[in-house]
Antibody, heavy 123, light 108 residues
Framework: EVQLVQSGAEVKKPGESLKISCKGSGYRFPSYWIGWVRQMPGKGLEWLGIIYPGDSDTRYSPSFQGQVTMSADKSINTAYLQWSSLKASDTAIYYC????????????????WGQGTTVTVSS | EIVLTQSPDTLSLSPGERATLSCRASQTIRNTYLAWYQQKPGQAPRLLIYGASSRATGIPDRFSGGGSGTDFTLTISRLEPEDFGVYYCQQYGSFLFTFGPGTKVDIK
């Protein structure tokens, strides 16, 4: 079964750093783009960016460039999203998702999702 | 950057009725770059449709997608109780994905 399992909920103070994780299984992890989506409380979905674990090629949404850092360790099939200095406005659920960018089957979508990691930033 | 708008904001329907959701892009996009998702409360989104009209694995055939250019639709032929939730469209271009604001389908 193809699966993404994310790390648990976090409660942090403004200014603190944080790194959350997303572990893939059931597929060849290095060969698929994996990315992150933010959902602020009661709001819609916002795309942050993607990383290709095979070579760590990373692409950010202009809205999130410089705000977060994505990384991946293909040896342990895990992707990461990190902040160096959290703000209250970072409070949200963060989903990781496998991204398909395939001309072969005309598929440009997020086909497998993690369960989400709730990040709460409050003083 | 291409902006997606969805209408209506909310659709109130009864089980068994037909639902038609609209997604409009600010510029023409390739059909292959348009997808639809369903999200229920407390759950992660689920891929329904990719390439504008192809159903994802395990998606029932009451869900169908269509459209081209700047106007796309998601149709649910006969609503089942489990279909109520929020539906998002998504487009891709040049290593950038964006989502529409969503349409909530709730029980009338």
């Amino acid at each position: 079964e193809v699966q993404l399992v994310q790390s648990g909920a976090e409660v942090k103070k403004p200014g603190e750093s944080l790194k959350i994780s997303c572990k893939g299984s059931g597929y060849r992890f290095p060969s698929y783009w994996i990315g992150w989506v933010r959902q602020m409380p009661g709001k819609g979905l916002e795309w942050l960016g993607i990383i290709y674990p095979g070579d760590s090629d990373t692409r950010y949404s202009p809205s999130f460039q410089g705000q977060v850092t994505m990384s991946a360790d293909k040896s342990i099939n895990t992707a990461y999203l990190q902040w160096s200095s959290l703000k209250a406005s970072d409070t949200a659920i963060y989903y990781c998702a496998r991204h398909r960018l395939s001309n072969e089957d005309y598929n440009y979508s997020l086909d497998v999702w993690g369960q989400g990691t709730t990040v709460t930033v409050s003083s | 950057e291409i902006v997606l708008t969805q209408s209506p904001d909310t659709l109130s329907l009864s089980p068994g009725e037909r639902a038609t959701l609209s997604c409009r892009a600010s510029q023409t996009i390739r059909n292959t770059y348009l997808a639809w998702y369903q999200q229920k409360p407390g759950q992660a989104p689920r891929l329904l449709i990719y390439g504008a009209s192809s159903r994802a694995t395990g998606i029932p055939d009451r869900f169908s997608g269509g459209g081209s250019g700047t106007d796309f639709t998601l149709t649910i032929s006969r609503l089942e109780p489990e279909d109520f939730g929020v539906y998002y469209c998504q487009q891709y271009g040049s290593f950038l994905f964006t989502f529409g604001p969503g349409t909530k389908v709730d029980i009338k």
